[in-house]
């Protein structure tokens, strides 16, 4: 026991000067029972940190996947510290721990005066387990930086974030304001190429390298435990992102894919829809509405542009890199989906068309709430600069 707190005293010691992430101001942190999911790397457990040193209840920090969990229930451990006076428990990685949906549902019945914040893969399903926490947990996704966010934790300015309504209205107002804050060319490539997780700070040097970690870590400690799958099925996923990432964004035929994979038809989407939970995919369908991974999407793409620099180091395609910014920073937090006549729908409302400044307007011509993201420092009209949609969030 004085071991976990130790560590916990230790661990929050260190992120007393680190800027927070945008979800931060968003989360109700008054709820008993939150959950925040994300892919590796992108700052969770900086943010349950964050909560532990701000909170004025005594708390602790615990790493689900601590060599202390073999040995020990949760349910035992917060008995335990219950008694000392801690009410405030911050489980990381809860996806590590066997009985996490179990665990945290006694927790929340059996203390009404505890606060649990857990954080966990991105696949984490909370109405699996052997608990469904639909109905108890607050459940919060976070995503890898924005545009925004990176300039921020670059240059230590506080940028705000802008709605998608005054981005299409007022951009030809916005955009000159805040090209006087960051270097257009230098700073978005830097950006695409090398600034999606908050660790580029760190690993400036090693980046890639760190980013080729967590992919392997996520599939084989995160999906393949998770997901129960066997050995062969973990190497054919493997596979499978080898073939995508020499090819996106891919308009997938799923029989030459199951083909190519000597791997079933429905096994080929069922990993394609794995690898969109776990963010490691983005996959553009044409609906958001009653999607089921039996659907073959429109397109695949990489989850954001850092990981076509880290597959095609020296071949990155423009094109594509540019489609994966617009799509990766739209997702998060409107409904993107395929267009009949541009790129992109968004909300069932937008059309927008992606390219450079060469990009013309003909393919949306009378196409109603059409524009275009152009990759230009300033835009005009329905041009708008591909990069103030890395403001949305």
Known sequence: MEYLIEKSTRKSEQVLSKKKRYLYRQIDWEQRLIILLGYRGAGKTTMLLQHLTASSKRGIYMSMDDFYFETHRLV????????????????????????????LKQQFDDYED???????????????????????????????????????????????????????????M????????????????????????????????????????????????DITPYE????????????????????????????????KLETPRNTVLRLLDILENAQILLLLR??????????????????NPNFIYLFSPT???????????????????HAVTS????????????????????KTSEQIRGVPNAYLAVDVAGGNDKRIPLWLFGMLY
Do not use: C
């Open 76 to 103: 035992e451990t917060v008995a335990s510290l219950y008694r000392l006076g801690y009410r405030l428990f911050l489980l990381d990685e809860v996806h590590r721990y066997e009985w996490w949906s179990k665990d």
């Open 315 to 333: 071949m990155a395609n423009i094109g594509n890199i540019r489609e994966t910014f617009f799509l990766n920073q739209m997702s998060a937090v």
């Open 286 to 303: 044409s609906s958001t509405k009653g999607i089921s991974y039996l659907q073959k999407p429109e397109k695949v793409y990489l989850q």
């Open 228 to 259: 129960q799958l066997q050995h062969n099925t973990t190497k054919t996923l493997k596979k499978l992102l080898f073939v995508l990432s020499e090819s996106v964004p891919f308009t997938p035929n799923i029989n030459k894919l199951s083909e």
């Open 114 to 172: 505890i606060q649990l914040v857990a954080t966990g893969s991105s696949i984490l399903d909370i109405t699996k387990g052997n608990a469904d926490l639909s109905r108890r947990a607050s459940v919060y996704h976070l995503h890898g930086l924005s545009f925004r966010e990176y300039l921020n934790f670059k240059s230590n300015i506080d940028l705000n974030s802008l709605p998608l309504n005054e981005i299409l209205t007022n951009h030809h």
């Open 174 to 221: 916005i955009a000159p304001d805040l090209l006087d804050v960051f270097d257009f060319k230098t700073d978005f490539q830097n950006y695409l190429k090398s600034g999606y997780f908050p660790f580029f700070m760190e690993a400036k040097k090693t980046y890639f390298q760190k980013l080729q970690e967590t992919i392997h870590l996520v599939i084989d400690s």
């Open 339 to 358: 267009s009949k006549y541009g790129d992109f729908m968004v909300d069932d409302t937008f059309v927008f068309e992606v390219g450079g400044a060469s």
